[in-house]
DNA sequence: TATTTCAGCAAACAAGTGTTTGCCAATATA
DNA sequence: TATATTGGCAAACACTTGTTTGCTGAAATA
């Protein structure tokens, strides 16, 4: 009838708010696990109560915050393989790209980093399964690349979990630094995937050759 | 002049109390930021007020606890490095004897790991200091023990950056999980540093190849 | 021995917390 | 239009939080 929106995306849209106000809050420098309900419905405009009628608690907020971060992860991933399909260079790009994204909404992804290791177990298996998740679907990005390329390497999943683990710490952590610095760790990253690439396939490669060349 | 402690020695002892009080508090699945100053005096069996005799607040706490992991880092890096100098594989046993250190005192790392993305910048700040303070010092072992076995690499603080970056957070995450997901971790780790490796020396080799192409 | 020092304590304080209740008014349904 | 639904709210509940105050009794000092 009117201009105005039905009540179920009303409802929608506070709930909305509501995230957005809890990733606010958390902007300036604190974690979710110190972060108060009545905090977030303030920020959000809303009563205390009525938080209620949207979560049923606050680790329920916590939860729908990782399954956005979730959400954000992949379409980071799906950049990423765009770009293996143009058959660009995936290490810097991919390195600038997941950058960027972190950049963008630093917040969502600092609940990720810092839940991680958090108070809730119940958030941290979450986020433990969408990080293995995320490495099995690197693991098949890389694979495919390697098969393009007509390289063999060892193990992609291991190269995926290392470069995941990399990018995602040392990403993060640098996420609230002057932009300055964030390009230094850019550079940093690439190095550090270009070196686990070199490796993995010095390392499969060796399998056909001489052992006495490098012996660890 | 009794056999009973003298009235500082006493003190110290309150305080290492209180410290434990809030490590065995931790060890129960939650982080700092999330522990009562009332939780930890009950457990160290004082009252809440007589905490303010030893620490201003409990951000304090924090920062001794940081401190106190900081030494625990050292340790470990010293056994590695009494390692480097025995001349064995440096690799898996350097792993070994690190996890072994996290397992052996898991709540403490758990701190540094949590509160490297925590809610006090002050901690945060500290423990990034600690980090790069060790990563220089692995950074001079790892070119130590390159020279003694006259490999060349491109950049030994690099490579200390990407294993301690993988050693700290993949190796704590794991500390609480049953002992034989922590003996795969520890396989996976090893490969992840021995990749490294290889891809260092394998970068710096191709440098000094394609250069040397180049002139020919 | 007399005096000072001070770790430890109970109690109170001012704010904070998450959550429940009962009600209202606007929307959706019949 | 009448009825049922339900998002939002103020207020209260039952805690828990970090911190301060003034005191006590034992150890250290003079």
Same sequence: chains 1, 2.
């Avoid at 209620?52 to 606050?58: E, S």
């Avoid at 690349?145 to 952590?173: C, D, Q, W």
């Avoid at 760790?185 to 993995?200: C, D, T």
Wanted: charged share 25%; net charge neutral; aromatic share 6%.
């Amino acid at each position: 009838m009117t201009g105005t929106l039905t009540r179920a995306e009303q409802k929608q849209q506070t709930r909305n708010n509501i995230m957005a106000a809890a990733l606010k809050k958390m902007s300036d420098d604190k974690g979710f696990s110190s972060l108060g309900l009545r905090e977030v419905t303030k920020e959000a405009g809303i009563a205390p109560a009525s938080f209620y009628r949207h979560f049923a608690n606050m680790e329920e907020l916590g939860l729908a915050l990782v399954s956005e971060a979730e959400e954000a992860l992949q379409a980071i991933l799906q950049d990423a393989k765009a770009l293996e399909e143009k058959g660009e260079d995936i290490v810097e790009s991919s390195v600038q790209v997941c950058m960027e994204h972190f950049r963008e909404n630093g917040a969502l992804f600092r609940v990720l980093a810092r839940e991680a290791t958090g108070n809730s177990p119940l958030i941290r298996r979450a986020i433990q399964r969408c990080l293995m998740t995320l490495n099995h679907q690197l693991a098949e990005i890389i694979e495919l690349e390697m098969r393009r390329r007509h390289r063999k390497i060892t193990n992609p999943l291991y190269m995926a979990e290392a470069i995941s683990t990399l990018v995602f710490n040392l990403g993060i952590a640098s996420a609230d630094l002057p932009y300055a610095k964030q390009k230094e760790v850019e550079k940093r990253l690439a190095h550090h995937i270009r070196i686990i690439y070199w490796g993995a396939e010095a390392m499969a490669n060796s399998q056909h050759l001489s052992r006495n060349l490098m012996l660890s």
